[in-house]
């Protein structure tokens, strides 16, 4: 069983930065892939990005070039840095952890950007 908990969401001005940070009970060595996903009010859970154990990353198309994956494996520790943040990236964003048979999610942060 692995907790997952998001911590770094806020209120922020556009073009403004923030950081997310996933911390995991056990080890995020072990998952196949972490990942940020974010969900905006009536709208369908998405994929931002994701991180396999070997450190390569990809990106949603509406975040690429301007959010980055990285992770930290002594710290258990997954960050998303967000940079160029748009009214439109204003949703909770969520943090999991991905086996070959089971996904672990956390509870979710709320980021919301301002005009």
């Known amino acids: 069983q692995v907790q997952l908990v998001e911590s770094g969401g806020g209120l922020v001005q556009a073009g403004g930065s923030l950081r997310l940070s996933c911390a995991a009970s056990g080890s995020i060595f072990s998952m196949n892939y972490m990942a940020w996903h974010r969900q905006a009010p009536g709208k369908q859970r998405e994929l931002v990005a994701y991180i396999t154990s070997g450190g390569a990353t990809n990106y949603g198309v509406s975040v690429k070039g301007r959010f980055t994956i990285s992770r930290d494996d002594a710290k258990n520790t997954v960050y998303l840095q967000m940079d160029s943040l748009k009214p439109e990236d204003t949703a909770v964003y969520y943090c999991?952890?991905?086996?070959?048979?089971?996904?672990?999610w956390g509870q979710g942060t709320q980021v919301t950007v301002s005009e």
């Open positions: 999991a952890a991905v086996t070959k048979i089971l996904t672990y």
